[in-house]
C-alpha cells in the first residue's frame, strides 16, 4: 500500500460546527504533514508529527487542534472555523521526519465553511 | 522567514515545444524536491536533488540544482498535452519543507 487516504473529500461546515478530517497511511512512515493550499496558491504546512508527537506548529489558530492517535493515522479537528478556512486540506507522509525524503500526499479534503 | 520563489508564474505552450521552469530560494538550501499537480489534483513527488550542481534526468523531464544550492530548474523537452499542471518546487534548511510559488503549464494541442 503506497497510498495516503483522506476523507472525507468534500467537506461543508457552518462556522459553528465541529467536524474533523481523517489521514490514514499503512507504509510505515513515520512522520506525517498537514498543509493548507488555497486555491492557485502552494500548500503552506501547518503541523508535522514525527513518531506520533507533534514536532511543529506553524502557529495555526487554535481552532484547528491536530491528534495523531497512532502512527498510521492523523487527524484534524475543526471547530468555529472561519469563511476564509475554506481550502484543499492535505495529509502527506514521509519515512522519516526532517524534510530529507519525498512527500506521500493524499488526494485532500476540500473544506467549504459558509 | 525562508522564500522560495519560482518563474514563470504561468506558461503557455504549444505541444512539442519545451518548457523551464526556475526555482529561487533566499537562503541555501540542503536539498531541492520537484511536485506536480494536475488540476483538481494533489502534489506528486518527481525527484529530490541533494548535491550542489546536481543533474538528474527522468525521461523529458531534467532537473537541476544550482552550485550554491540556492536554485534549481526543471525543464521539459517537447510537451505533451499530460504535462499540464502546476509545478512546484519544495526546499528545506531546517526540518520544514516549504513550497516555492509554483508554474502553472498549459499545453495546448
Known amino acids: 500500500d503506497t497510498e495516503v487516504t483522506q476523507t472525507p473529500k468534500h467537506l461543508v461546515m457552518g462556522m459553528t460546527n465541529k467536524k474533523s478530517l481523517k489521514c490514514e497511511q499503512h507504509?510505515?512512515?513515520?512522520?506525517m504533514y498537514w498543509y493548507k493550499q488555497k486555491a492557485k496558491k502552494p500548500p503552506e504546512l501547518m503541523f508535522v508529527?514525527?513518531?506520533?508527537?507533534?514536532?511543529i506548529n506553524e502557529s495555526v489558530p487554535s481552532r484547528f487542534s491536530p491528534e495523531c492517535p497512532n502512527s498510521s493515522l492523523l487527524n484534524l479537528h475543526l471547530h468555529a472555523l472561519q469563511p476564509e478556512d475554506s481550502a484543499l486540506y492535505l495529509c502527506?507522509?514521509?519515512?522519516?521526519?526532517?524534510?530529507?525524503?519525498?512527500?506521500?500526499f493524499g488526494s485532500g479534503t476540500r473544506l467549504t465553511v459558509v | 522567514g525562508q522564500q522560495v520563489m519560482q518563474i514563470p508564474q504561468y506558461q503557455h505552450v504549444q505541444e512539442g515545444e519545451d518548457f523551464t521552469t526556475y526555482c529561487n530560494s533566499s537562503?541555501?538550501?540542503?536539498?531541492i524536491q520537484w511536485y506536480k499537480q494536475r488540476p483538481g489534483g494533489h502534489p506528486v513527488f518527481l525527484i529530490q536533488?541533494?548535491?550542489?550542481?546536481e543533474v538528474k534526468k527522468q525521461k523529458r523531464l531534467t532537473f537541476q540544482f544550482g552550485e550554491a544550492k540556492k536554485n534549481s530548474s526543471l525543464h521539459i523537452t517537447a510537451t505533451q498535452t499530460t504535462d499540464v499542471g502546476t509545478y512546484f518546487c519544495?526546499?528545506?534548511?531546517?526540518?520544514?519543507?516549504?513550497f516555492g510559488t509554483g508554474t502553472r503549464l498549459q499545453v495546448f494541442p
Open positions: 502527506a507522509s514521509t519515512s522519516e521526519g526532517g524534510a530529507l525524503y519525498g512527500y506521500t
Open positions: 507504509m510505515g512512515h513515520r512522520a
Open positions: 508529527y514525527s513518531y506520533e508527537k507533534l514536532s
Open positions: 537562503t541555501t538550501l540542503s536539498n
Open positions: 536533488l541533494v548535491k550542489s550542481g
Open positions: 519544495a526546499g528545506t534548511n531546517t526540518d520544514k519543507l516549504i
